[in-house]
């Protein structure tokens, strides 16, 4: 399965960012809620971890999932507790090795094998996108800190999927109904190829980097700290709280409140 070799790159990649980098700055807080590199990386190992029960231990991912759901206001300290506090450079091996099982155990199954989680069950696929992209996204926040400039790859193709895809989830999640259909989306890939989706609109439209639009859907940054062109009321509305990640309604990041720190 492609999105299993394309979570591991992408793993890999940060990892190599956070050893190289930030081994000894794993107290250093991010302007991600304030989390520490420690709290990033140990959040990606656990549900790292929780994906592979999806496939190893159900029973085990449903205690977890129920621990969860009931003290969402305390997943640091959940994700803190199930690993006994592992960190720094522990928790960097630990984290590297559940990368690799991750990937391996994904790359081995159906693709459409349904799986469960909280919620409606999903598509190997789907979850080990998620993985992907909570690994990107969580990793915008170290590079941030880092004052790293990040270089990416067509591989978030990915995330620019799951965001076109999750276009009524933002309003669902919300109680709300989108206000249009969707707009159209034309991006610019790291490559320099062009990825367009939806019914080409010279009206209601959002055009530019794919990254920049990576970053509105997984709300690492505010649409207006991007290169981002939006134009037309649904296009407008929707990026202002784009969400592709499942879970409670996020308002995204007010302008400049989330950027290159170094």
């Given at each position: ?82 690993f006994d ?10 984290w590297y ?30 979850s080990i ?134």
């Amino acid at each position: 399965m492609q999105q299993a070799k394309d979570f591991f790159a992408e793993s890999v990649e940060l990892h190599t960012l956070v050893a190289e980098n930030a081994a000894s700055k794993m107290e250093t807080p991010t302007l991600f809620k304030s989390w520490t590199i420690n709290e990033i990386v140990r959040h990606l190992h656990f549900w790292n971890v929780m994906a592979t029960c999806q496939i190893t231990d159900e029973s085990r991912l449903q205690d977890v999932l129920k621990v969860v759901g009931s003290n969402l206001g305390q997943l640091r300290d959940i994700e803190h507790n199930y690993f006994d506090g592992l960190s720094g450079t522990s928790l960097l091996t630990a984290w590297y090795e559940g990368i690799k099982t991750t990937s391996d155990q994904f790359s081995a199954i159906d693709p459409k094998q349904r799986l469960e989680w909280a919620g409606p069950s999903m598509s190997a696929r789907s979850s080990i996108t998620a993985r992907l992209m909570e690994t990107w996204a969580h990793g915008q926040a170290i590079y941030d800190v880092l004052g790293i400039d990040r270089v990416n790859t067509d591989r978030i193709k990915n995330i620019v999927i799951l965001g076109i895809n999750t276009f009524h989830w933002t309003y669902k999640v919300r109680g709300e109904t989108a206000p249009g259909p969707m707009p159209y989306v034309a991006l610019t890939a790291p490559s320099d190829d062009e990825w367009a989706f939806g019914d080409d609109n010279t009206t209601d439209y959002i055009k530019g980097p794919a990254d920049a639009f990576c970053q509105v859907v997984t709300q690492t940054r505010n649409v207006k700290d991007t290169p981002l062109q939006v134009r037309g009321a649904v296009a407008s509305d929707w990026m202002s709280k784009a969400q592709c990640f499942a879970g409670l309604p996020e308002t995204p990041p007010g302008v400049g409140q989330r950027h290159k720190t170094a």
